[in-house]
T-cell receptor, first 114, second 115 residues
Framework: SQTIHQWPATLVQPVGSPLSLECTVE??????LYWYRQAAGRGLQLLFYSVGIGQISSEVPQNLSASRPQDRQFILSSKKLLLSDSGFYLCAWAGQLGMNTEAFFGQGTRLTVV | AQSVTQLGSHVSVSEGALVLLRCNYS??????LFWYVQYPNQGLQLLLK??????LVKGINGFEAEFKKSETSFHLTKPSAHMSDAAEYFCAVSDQGTGGFKTIFGAGTRLFVKA
């Protein structure tokens, strides 16, 4: 069966420090991968998605970047964190079957920038 | 681009009462619609989805949703609320982006269940 791992679960970082959040998927190949951010009371905002290695689509301009160095690995990064980067970050994957395929989510990373 | 609107950021019901969470969508093509549930500090879990066929979709935990094209709605219901239903619920729609397809979520509705 497929599983998705996301770490760390919680993270407290000072303003201006770098960020690296990692997400890996097991049990499937060539998944679509997604990074979402959930801020308090604001729903889920799609940050990045990827249909293959090295292919990244960005939804909104921001202080973050994403990379997909391997088929089942998706990394969210920042060179210098801002206070506004605080939030709950969720990684998700979906099959390549089409738009009727649901997304499967990791457990999330709670990031607090201080 | 597709979008969804969830009416009411908070809904409060008594245990045993009907749960109704509202979702309207905008789509230029036949939509693929989803409801997800999120418990505190966890990821999202699929409740149900509409793709094609029967417009009344049954999901897990006794939830169901009805796709109404004329109203562009996909409201989530449960006949009798249980304390364990307290969570945040998200309506979502699939969209085709330049880099592939993606899931767009509504702002979410937090459900409170009173004893």
């Amino acid at each position: 069966s497929q599983t998705i791992h996301q770490w760390p679960a919680t993270l407290v970082q000072p303003v201006g420090s770098p960020l690296s959040l990692e997400c890996t998927v097991e049990g499937t190949s060539n998944p679509n991968l997604y990074w979402y951010r959930q801020a308090a009371g604001r729903g889920l905002q799609l940050l990045f998605y990827s249909v293959g290695i090295g292919q990244i689509s960005s939804e909104v301009p921001q202080n973050l970047s994403a990379s997909r160095p391997q088929d089942r690995q998706f990394i969210l990064s920042s060179k210098k964190l801002l206070l506004s980067d605080s939030g709950f970050y969720l990684c998700a994957w979906a099959g390549q079957l089409g738009m009727n395929t649901e997304a499967f989510f990791g457990q999330g990373t709670r990031l607090t920038v201080v | 681009a597709q979008s969804v609107t969830q009416l009411g950021s908070h809904v409060s019901v008594s245990e045993g009462a009907l749960v109704l969470l509202r979702c309207n969508y905008s789509s230029s093509v036949p939509p693929y619609l989803f409801w997800y549930v999120q418990y505190p500090n966890q990821g999202l879990q699929l409740l149900l989805k509409y793709t094609t066929g029967a417009t009344l979709v049954k999901g897990i935990n006794g939830f169901e949703a009805e796709f109404k094209k004329s109203e562009t709605s996909f409201h989530l219901t449960k006949p009798s609320a249980h304390m364990s239903d307290a969570a945040e619920y998200f309506c979502a729609v699939s969209d085709q982006g330049t880099g592939g397809f993606k899931t767009i979520f509504g702002a979410g509705t937090r459900l409170f269940v009173k004893a």
